[in-house]
């Protein structure tokens, strides 16, 4: 039996005081974006075709559970959480597991694994058919809409709105759609 509610309890002790930089997040801790992330991924979930809402806001929930484990310092004091996508999908799997999702828990680890995929150097300005035939193979069980959809939330998790990220974003929607 699914328990969202456990679910969400647990992603909030997990998240809840992880301090992330101000200046790419002003909205506050993890688990304060996190919550957000997992609201506008719903929202989102209406205005494209081809999602599975449950499936987008448990991975908004679960986006950046990964960056307890990864929170380091740069040498010029900057908080950072590098490679925190792919620190998260162990957890996100064990959290689906023990929390009834273990059908969901593959497209939603991909969701957590790639929520940031759109900001790699190697796509940028660079998008073709073949590039977006790559992506979708690579986002199975997982859709590219609903990549896209987690990319929309977790930028919109980020008031206000950096336009790059949404130009990003853009470019993909108009490639995938």
Same mark, same amino acid.
């Given at each position: 039996?699914?328990?969202?509610?456990?679910?969400?309890? %647990?992603?909030?002790?997990?998240?809840?005081?992880? *301090?992330?930089?101000?200046?790419?997040?002003?909205?506050?801790?993890?688990?304060? +974006? /996190? !919550? =957000?992330?997992?609201?506008?991924?719903?929202?989102?979930?209406?205005?494209?075709?081809?999602?599975?809402?449950?499936?987008?806001?448990?991975?908004?929930?679960? +986006?950046?559970?990964?960056?307890?484990?990864? %929170?380091?310092?740069?040498?010029?004091? @900057?908080? @950072?959480?590098?490679?925190?996508?792919?620190?998260?999908?162990? =957890?996100?799997?064990?959290?689906? =597991?023990?929390?009834?999702? *273990?059908?969901?828990?593959? %497209?939603?680890?991909?969701?957590?694994?790639? +929520?940031?995929?759109? @900001?790699?150097?190697?796509?940028?300005?660079?998008?073709?058919?073949?590039?977006?035939? %790559?992506? !979708?193979?690579?986002?199975?069980?997982? !859709?590219?809409?609903?990549?896209?959809?987690?990319?929309?939330?977790?930028?919109?998790?980020?008031?206000?709105?950096? /336009? !790059?990220?949404?130009?990003?974003?853009?470019?993909?929607?108009?490639? =995938?759609?």
């Amino acid at each position: 039996m699914k328990d969202l509610f456990g679910l969400t309890n %647990a992603v909030k002790l997990q998240l809840q005081g992880v *301090q992330q930089n101000p200046q790419y997040h002003p909205e506050g801790d993890c688990w304060e +974006h /996190s !919550r =957000i992330v997992a609201e506008e991924a719903f929202k989102a979930a209406e205005q494209l075709p081809n999602i599975r809402r449950e499936i987008v806001y448990v991975a908004g929930l679960l +986006h950046d559970v990964g960056k307890p484990s990864t %929170a380091s310092y740069s040498k010029n004091g @900057n908080l @950072n959480f590098l490679g925190h996508e792919e620190a998260g999908v162990p =957890i996100a799997r064990e959290l689906c =597991i023990c929390f009834g999702y *273990q059908a969901e828990a593959d %497209a939603i680890c991909s969701l957590v694994g790639l +929520h940031d995929y759109y @900001n790699r150097a190697e796509w940028r300005g660079s998008l073709s058919p073949a590039h977006i035939a %790559a992506f !979708r193979a690579l986002a199975r069980p997982a !859709r590219i809409e609903e990549v896209v959809c987690i990319w929309q939330a977790d930028s919109r998790g980020t008031p206000p709105l950096p /336009s !790059r990220r949404e130009e990003r974003i853009n470019e993909w929607l108009e490639w =995938i759609l």
